[in-house]
């Protein structure tokens, strides 16, 4: 059985960031199938930050992403590339940090709790395979610290899985 995450949530959000990162990378085995290495790459960041109401993937299959392993209350499972906050990281191809959910034309409000947001997109040598999306119930909840440690752990991911592999049937 793994451990679990070990983490001094007392400490700035950078310095958790630095805690948890090489916990994330020996988690990601890529001799496991991909649901598994994403569904704890979620957990991990739900139990590190209590300023996560929310975390999850959203998977590209044509144009449109598709509820994956997350951590929270039950979401939307279908977005549209283009739509929302997770369409528009997806259509851009760029990190979007949405500081007051209300004031971003489109987003989609999956829980009405929910205040601020940061979506990343999944991609290897341009090419995307999904999204990182996580809320908060506060807003500016995400900044450019997050920005840069969670567009790490994508690359983590991304390098280490074969995500030309993963289907959704
Ligand atoms: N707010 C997102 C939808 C996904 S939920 O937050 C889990 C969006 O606007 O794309």
Redesign the pocket.
Known sequence: MTENISVDKNKSDEEIYLQILPQIKSLINSDEPIISNLSNVTAALKEAFNKIS?V?FYLLKDDELYLGPFQGKI??TI?KVGS????KSALKKETIIVEKVDEFPG????DAG?KS?IVIPLLKNKKLFGVL?L?SYNYSSFNQIDKKYLEKICVLLTEELDLEKFILT
């Open positions: 929310w999850g979401a939307c977005i929302g906050v997770c369409g987003h989609i409000a999956c929910s947001e999306d809320d």
